[in-house]
């Protein structure tokens, strides 16, 4: 199982981004499926994740209302839609997915069984 993440860069604050998660060697839409983030010097944190049948989206408090999670089942893709950035956003960002199929999201790192090599963002002030 392989999970590349792309789409990360340098943005000034107010601005947006979108993350993309391209998964190999297991079908995204039987799997939940989480992005988290590390800022320097901080461990890492969950930021969203979304249910095997896409039905459900969760969010941490600090992304809820700005970051959006969604799939595309065709691609065996996941995407994270970044709106409204702010500094404290900057962090690495990585994908993963759950080492279950068809069960209830969750939050929990160790939930998770496969990582992405994690993608850059940087929010300018």
């Known amino acids: 199982v392989q999970l590349v993440e792309s789409g990360g860069g340098l943005v000034q604050a107010g601005g947006s981004l979108r993350l993309s998660c391209a998964a190999s060697?297991?079908?995204?839409?039987?799997?939940?499926m989480g992005w988290f983030r590390q800022a320097p010097g901080k461990e890492r944190e969950f930021a969203a994740a979304?249910?095997?049948?896409?039905?459900?989206?969760y969010y941490s408090d600090s992304v809820k209302g700005r970051f959006t999670i969604y799939r595309d089942n065709a691609k065996n893709t996941v995407f994270l839609q970044m709106d409204s950035l702010k500094p404290e956003d900057t962090a690495v960002y990585y994908c993963a997915i759950d080492k279950l199929p068809y069960r209830g999201v969750t939050t929990a790192q160790i939930s998770y069984e496969y990582w992405g090599q994690g993608t850059q963002v940087t929010v300018s002030s």
């Open positions: 979304i249910n095997w049948s896409g039905g459900g989206q």
């Open positions: 060697g297991r079908t995204v839409s039987r799997y939940n």
